[in-house]
């Protein structure tokens, strides 16, 4: 195991824990119906980890609280990384990892070579806890307010999988019942889009807040990305979806934001149906899902730190330069490297 790259212990983890949630949901105590296919299972298995959002069935009618608890179970290893979890134990124990672990988490995280791995996977997980707990408090209030069944489990379910942007519900029909419950829209997009800006966002602002410390220019260059294909996405499908015209403004601007939120992240959730959205608008979805999230995020795509390398270098070669340049800053072969093989 020490002489495999860290890569191929990444992908094998991965499959090892898609094996174990397979045959924990292939258990007959796990399931809520009868005639459930084991493809089934291991599709679920496999989205579950991959945080994907894909599913074959109904989750919640398909399978009891123990199928579902096993399926959040695979979504929080998949999103914060099936290693982070076991590295936080040895760092809890004795206070340093061995080559190992630094070596996977480096290749699961795609961390810059400057940061100090045992304190960042210590930062990950009580983040991810803090974060979760909370969304967990507010989303149990909120369903709880309008009535939802199960509140608390609902509550908890989906703010993990909105921190991991996983996208899998217990609603048959996702988000589609609350698109007007702004409180549950602006939580669960919250939640997502802490999820998908990355650990190494959060890192910085934690250490901007305790030491003083201004954050890196990859948090500058992460954040200034998100804002800005957010605002431009929101505003455009809000002013030309012709189905999202029908609604009132609040909601139509409230549905749009949500959609957009939904693609960058590549969470999974909707508040209106995909189908019935413009050719346009669905367009806009899809360039905004190949961007994805950020690198060390949950989220998928090529990453905002890539697209903006590639905004960088096409604007350096209409400038005449040779160098790429954000934020006022000369971005390293290295640095372009990083973000174009994350």
Same mark, same amino acid.
């Given at each position: 195991m020490r002489r495999r790259r860290p890569v191929?212990?990444?992908?094998?983890?991965?499959?090892? *824990?898609?094996?174990?949630?397979f045959a924990l949901l292939c258990i007959p105590f796990a399931h809520e119906r009868t005639g459930l296919s084991w493809l089934d299972h291991l599709f679920t298995a496999t989205s579950a980890v991959s945080t994907t959002g894909l599913v074959s069935i109904s989750p919640s009618g398909s399978y009891s609280?123990?199928?579902?608890?096993?399926?959040?179970?695979?979504?929080?290893?998949?999103?914060?990384? *099936?290693?982070?979890?076991?590295?936080?134990?040895?760092?809890?124990?004795?206070?340093?990892?061995?080559?190992?672990?630094?070596?996977?988490?480096?290749s699961a995280f795609v961390l810059p070579r400057d940061m100090n791995v045992g304190a960042f996977i210590r930062a990950v997980v009580l983040f991810t806890l803090a974060i979760e707990c909370i969304g967990a408090v507010l989303l149990t209030a909120l369903f709880a307010q309008v009535g939802t069944p199960d509140p608390v489990w609902n509550g908890v379910f989906h703010a993990v999988s909105a921190f991991c942007t996983a996208g899998f519900s217990l609603f048959d029909t996702s988000l589609e019942d609350y698109r007007a419950n702004a409180g549950i829209v602006i939580v669960v997009a919250s939640l997502s889009y802490l999820g998908?800006?990355?650990?190494?966002?959060?890192?910085?602002w934690w250490r901007w807040v305790t030491r003083r410390r201004g954050p890196s220019l990859t948090s500058g260059i992460i954040l200034r990305v998100t804002f800005w294909l957010a605002l431009i996405g929101t505003v455009s499908i809000a002013l030309t979806d012709a189905h999202l015209a029908e609604m009132p403004w609040g909601e139509r601007v409230l549905a749009a934001f949500f959609q957009v939120m939904t693609a960058m992240t590549t969470v999974g959730f909707d508040t209106v149906p995909i189908a019935n959205l413009g050719s346009a608008s669905i367009l806009l979805l899809?360039?905004?899902?190949?961007?994805?999230?950020?690198?060390?995020?949950?989220?998928?795509?090529?990453?905002?730190?890539?697209?903006?390398?590639? *905004?960088?270098?096409?604007r350096g070669a209409l400038a005449g330069r040779e160098s790429v340049r954000l934020l006022g800053e000369t971005i390293s072969s290295r640095r372009i490297h990083m973000a174009v093989a994350a």
């Open positions: 191929t212990l990444v992908l094998w983890g991965y499959a090892f *824990y898609v094996a174990c949630g609280f123990f199928g579902e608890l096993t399926i959040l179970g695979l979504i929080q290893l998949g999103g914060i990384g *099936y290693m982070t979890l076991g590295s936080f134990v040895i760092l809890a124990l004795r206070q340093r990892l061995d080559a190992m672990h630094q070596g996977v988490a480096r998908a800006i990355g650990f190494i966002v959060m890192s910085d899809l360039v905004a899902m190949v961007m994805g999230a950020s690198p060390s995020g949950t989220g998928g795509g090529i990453k905002s730190t890539t697209v903006a390398i590639f *905004y960088g270098a096409v």
